[in-house]
């Protein structure tokens, strides 16, 4: 007999994140002749739904002071004069989709019922999701639920006292009462299973993906081209990468080198010597994103060393998938290193380090030039193709549910 599940996300398609996506894969990846499977998600703008396969149900943030979403490409300054709205929302009000939480708690019991609903999947972040769906476990003992813990909740950097205090009791009850508690990395499922005293719940990685075939291209680019997928924030910028191939160039610029920048809002600056070299793109959509890495030489990734274990960042399964070295200025000790390690897909150097940056990028410049082929691990690439990871979920929904 056939299970029914209950996916519960914010985010979710047409909303335009990673997060969205991993949702969207657990989706539509999960076997259909297994499960019956049914989202619930967030009305927003162009919420429609394609999948013949999939029941997606809607609830509103009814609340005046509410995030906004980020369903369609907007300019540049309606994108940031949403960012710095949602700041002040997330701020100053607890629960910014209490009104969400509240429309789905009146709804779901009854739904639950009539469809005999036998797991529920809950995704962190934000907590409103984990909050409907422990609410529905206390209501509804036999239900088995998953939480899914995307990101470090009470242990997440630059939390303010009163949110921290929230998210520990919040994960105190998910300990309490969740059948099973993943997580994107080990690093992150050790840290949570840390935290917890109950010996009766499971604990699992399932890591994000990619969603496309694998495909060797054979590119016969003039210039050896990197391209760099996404913007930059935080500490991840491209300075040091720029200067590293600024000095390269000064020692010889006859060499052939073309970056590529895309997705990107400039807040750098590129030097003189680079000025022809360089180009950025602010925008372009998924399938054209995939197109380009896919004709690139190589790949830049930029996640700086900051403590934090256990971050992949998303965009390196498209790059792995791309089947184009990776140039990774990443923590040399942290699981995208490793995991690029185990792939033989690139080079690796701390983000600090330009000396370094340099001697890889001057080696990543050779192997092209001499025309290597490198010898991807595929087997380890093709483990990260969402439909594996999907896999994972239903061997844990069938040891919650003793059908192993």
């Given at each position: 007999?056939?299970?029914?599940?209950?996916?519960?996300?914010i985010?979710?398609p047409?909303?335009?994140?990673?997060?969205?996506?991993?949702?969207?894969s657990?989706a539509k990846?999960?076997?259909?002749?297994?499960?019956?499977?049914?989202?619930?998600?967030?009305?927003?703008?162009?919420?429609?739904?394609?999948?013949?396969?999939?029941?997606?149900?809607r609830?509103?943030?009814?609340?005046?002071?509410?995030?906004?979403l980020?369903?369609k490409?907007t300019n540049k300054f309606?994108?940031?004069?949403?960012?710095?709205?949602n700041k002040?929302?997330?701020?100053f009000?607890?629960?910014?989709?209490r009104?969400?939480i509240?429309e789905?708690?009146?709804d779901?019991?009854?739904?639950?019922?009539?469809?005999?609903?036998?797991?529920?999947?809950?995704?962190?972040a934000?907590?409103?999701p984990?909050?409907?769906?422990?609410?529905?476990?206390?209501?509804?003992?036999?239900?088995?639920?998953?939480?899914d813990?995307?990101?470090e909740?009470s242990?997440?950097?630059?939390?303010?006292?009163?949110?921290?205090?929230?998210?520990v009791?919040?994960?105190?009850e998910?300990?309490t009462?969740?059948?099973?508690?993943t997580?994107?990395?080990?690093p992150?499922?050790?840290?949570?299973?840390?935290?917890?005293?109950?010996?009766?719940?499971?604990?699992?990685?399932?890591?994000n993906g990619?969603?496309?075939?694998?495909?060797?291209?054979?590119?016969?680019?003039?210039?050896?081209t990197?391209?760099?997928?996404?913007?930059?924030?935080?500490?991840r910028?491209?300075?040091?990468?720029?200067?590293?191939?600024?000095?390269l160039?000064?020692?010889?610029?006859?060499?052939?080198?073309f970056?590529?920048?895309?997705g990107?809002?400039?807040?750098?600056e590129?030097?003189?010597?680079?000025?022809?070299?360089?180009?950025v793109?602010?925008?372009?959509?998924?399938?054209?994103a995939?197109?380009?890495?896919?004709?690139?030489?190589?790949?830049?990734?930029?996640?700086?060393?900051?403590?934090?274990?256990?971050?992949?960042?998303?965009?390196?399964?498209?790059?792995?998938?791309?089947?184009?070295?990776?140039?990774?200025?990443?923590?040399?000790?942290?699981?995208a290193?490793?995991?690029?390690r185990?792939?033989?897909?690139?080079?690796i150097?701390?983000?600090?380090?330009?000396?370094?940056?340099e001697?890889?990028?001057?080696?990543?410049?050779?192997?092209w030039?001499?025309k290597?082929?490198?010898?991807?691990?595929?087997?380890?690439?093709k483990?990260?193709?969402?439909?594996a990871?999907?896999?994972?979920?239903?061997?844990?929904?069938?040891?919650?549910?003793?059908?192993?």
């Open positions: 007999m056939k299970k029914n599940i209950l996916i519960i996300s985010y979710y047409p909303i335009q994140s990673i997060a969205s996506n991993r949702i969207y657990f990846y999960l076997d259909k002749d297994k499960y019956n499977v049914y989202v619930h998600t967030l009305e927003s703008e162009n919420s429609v739904s394609d999948d013949k396969d999939i029941v997606v149900r609830s509103k943030n009814n609340i005046f002071f509410k995030p906004l980020f369903a490409r309606i994108h940031y004069s949403k960012v710095i709205y002040f929302v997330r701020y009000f607890e629960d910014e989709y009104g969400w509240a789905s708690l009146q779901l019991p009854t739904f639950i019922k009539k469809n005999d609903i036998d797991i529920v999947i809950s995704t962190y934000p907590a409103a984990h909050i409907v769906a422990l609410e529905l476990k206390k209501k509804f003992p036999n239900l088995k639920w998953i939480a813990m995307r990101d909740m242990q997440g950097l630059g939390l303010n006292f009163k949110l921290k205090e929230k998210y009791k919040l994960e105190n998910i300990f009462y969740a059948n099973a508690v997580s994107v990395s080990k992150l499922v050790n840290e949570f299973q840390s935290l917890s005293n109950n010996k009766g719940i499971i604990f699992r990685e399932i890591r990619y969603d496309f075939a694998l495909e060797e291209i054979k590119n016969d680019n003039a210039a050896f990197i391209t760099y997928m996404g913007n930059f924030y935080g500490q910028n491209p300075v040091n990468f720029l200067t590293a191939l600024h000095n160039l000064q020692k010889d610029s006859a060499k052939k080198v970056v590529q920048l895309v990107v809002k400039t807040h750098f590129i030097p003189e010597l680079l000025q022809e070299r360089v180009s793109i602010a925008y372009v959509k998924h399938s054209e995939i197109g380009i890495m896919k004709k690139s030489d190589a790949l830049l990734l930029i996640h700086p060393a900051n403590g934090r274990k256990g971050v992949f960042t998303g965009k390196l399964f498209e790059y792995l998938a791309a089947l184009k070295p990776i140039i990774a200025l990443v923590d040399e000790e942290d699981v290193a490793k995991l690029i185990d792939a033989n897909a690139g080079y150097s701390d983000n600090a380090n330009i000396e370094k940056i001697m890889i990028l001057e080696e990543a410049y050779l192997e030039k001499a290597r082929k490198r010898e991807f691990n595929i087997d380890i690439i483990k990260h193709h969402r439909r990871q999907a896999k994972r979920l239903e061997y844990l929904i069938d040891e919650i549910c003793d059908e192993r």
